[in-house]
């Protein structure tokens, strides 16, 4: 077989297809980076909404156990000291691609209620490395306020699964649980905190 005729057959249009979805599961599974990205332009397209209902909730488990949480300055939250407040926990990572991805979403939600007294978001570090988190909110331009968890996570919070996010309503019953990359920056999650924050 001639050179040419080898050239064009390794160039053909199936080898290059090929060739590129190689390299995108390559990059999909070493750089969690091209992940989180990938991850995040599947979201603006509508994918990977959280799944809130319009119509009234039910609410799921009340909050009975004791939880602290601890910031890099020593300041701690106590878990039954928030009945009354609408909150917002995220447990993530900062290796963890898809909570990489869902972090912008979850700044914006962040943005729009931080002045709420009404409302408290915690950004749990699972690994509990707290300069490691603060150093990557900062290099991102996020104000999101990171926690360290002290002592036994409730499992119907938190199994393990990053990224998971909770919300508790004001009288502490779990009313929304996700596990996996989500869009809260979405108008419907808007909506469902909005009428958590009226209750």
């Given at each position: 077989?001639?050179?040419?005729?080898?050239?064009?057959?390794?160039?053909?249009?199936?080898?290059?297809?090929?060739?590129?979805?190689?390299?995108?599961?390559?990059?999909?599974?070493?750089?969690?980076?091209?992940?989180?990205?990938?991850?995040?332009?599947?979201?603006?397209?509508?994918?990977?909404?959280?799944?809130?209902?319009?119509?009234?909730?039910?609410?799921?488990?009340?909050?009975?156990?004791?939880v602290?949480?601890?910031n890099?300055?020593?300041?701690?939250?106590?878990?039954?000291?928030?009945?009354?407040?609408?909150?917002?926990?995220?447990f993530?990572?900062?290796?963890?691609?898809?909570?990489?991805?869902e972090?912008?979403?979850?700044?914006?939600?962040?943005?729009?209620?931080?002045?709420?007294?009404?409302?408290?978001?915690?950004?749990?570090?699972a690994?509990?490395?707290?300069?490691k988190?603060?150093?990557?909110?900062?290099?991102?331009?996020?104000?999101?306020?990171?926690?360290?968890?002290?002592?036994?996570m409730?499992?119907?919070?938190?199994?393990?699964?990053?990224?998971?996010?909770?919300v508790?309503?004001?009288?502490?019953n779990?009313?929304?649980?996700e596990?996996?990359?989500?869009?809260?920056?979405?108008?419907?999650?808007?909506?469902?905190?909005?009428?958590?924050?009226?209750?």
């Amino acid at each position: 077989m001639s050179t040419q005729k080898r050239n064009k057959k390794l160039f053909s249009l199936s080898n290059i297809i090929t060739a590129l979805l190689a390299l995108f599961a390559a990059g999909m599974l070493f750089f969690p980076n091209f992940k989180a990205t990938v991850l995040q332009g599947l979201m603006k397209v509508g994918l990977f909404q959280p799944g809130v209902h319009s119509t009234a909730h039910t609410p799921a488990t009340e909050l009975s156990w004791d939880v602290t949480f601890t910031n890099s300055k020593g300041e701690t939250l106590n878990s039954k000291a928030l009945k009354g407040k609408v909150v917002f926990i995220n447990f993530w990572a900062t290796w963890c691609p898809p909570c990489i991805a869902e972090m912008p979403s979850v700044n914006q939600l962040f943005k729009k209620y931080q002045s709420n007294p009404d409302i408290v978001f915690l950004l749990v570090d699972a690994d509990n490395k707290l300069s490691k988190s603060e150093k990557f909110m900062a290099d991102r331009g996020f104000g999101l306020p990171v926690y360290a968890s002290q002592g036994q996570m409730p499992h119907e919070w938190f199994e393990g699964t990053l990224p998971t996010t909770v919300v508790l309503d004001k009288k502490g019953n779990i009313v929304f649980r996700e596990t996996g990359v989500a869009n809260y920056a979405s108008t419907n999650f808007m909506n469902f905190i909005d009428r958590l924050l009226k209750e």
